[in-house]
């Protein structure tokens, strides 16, 4: 199986700053992960990045993990918040994963 990482940044690329509050760009990424009927788990996270012109930027990240998603799947989920969110770009990172589950009765 895959997992698929998706990173969308919430600063918004002419201002350099986050325009709304986090919760509002969570709401809108379940609703989109809702609309493509797959499972999904995210995270909120801060980190940073160089812009090629070499200015240095720190942003909180939305970290959206899917596992055994379609490629064309989650291109189409990235280019949605890609839109959404207002960026000029978002990473996506895919590995393979042992994934197995585990159930126990009380």
């Known amino acids: 199986m895959t997992e698929t990482k998706i990173y ?8 350099g700053r986050q325009l709304f509050e986090t919760e509002k760009y969570i709401n809108i990424l379940k609703g989109v992960c ?20 070499g200015a240095y ?18 291109d189409e ?7 959404f969110f207002h960026q000029e ?3 996506i990172t895919t590995n393979a994963v042992r994934t197995y589950y585990v159930r126990e009765s009380l």
């Not at 930027?57 to 989650?74: F, R």
């Not at 989920?77 to 839109?83: E, G, Q, S, T, Y």
């Open 8 to 15: 969308v940044g919430l600063n918004d690329p002419e201002t």
């Open 34 to 53: 809702k609309s493509y009927k797959v499972a999904f788990s995210f995270s909120v996270a801060q980190g940073g990045y160089i812009h090629e012109d």
């Open 57 to 74: 930027t720190q942003e909180n990240s939305l970290i959206i993990s899917l596992v055994d998603t379609k490629k064309g799947t989650v």
């Open 77 to 83: 989920i990235a280019r949605d918040l890609c839109a």
């Open 89 to 91: 770009t978002v990473m």
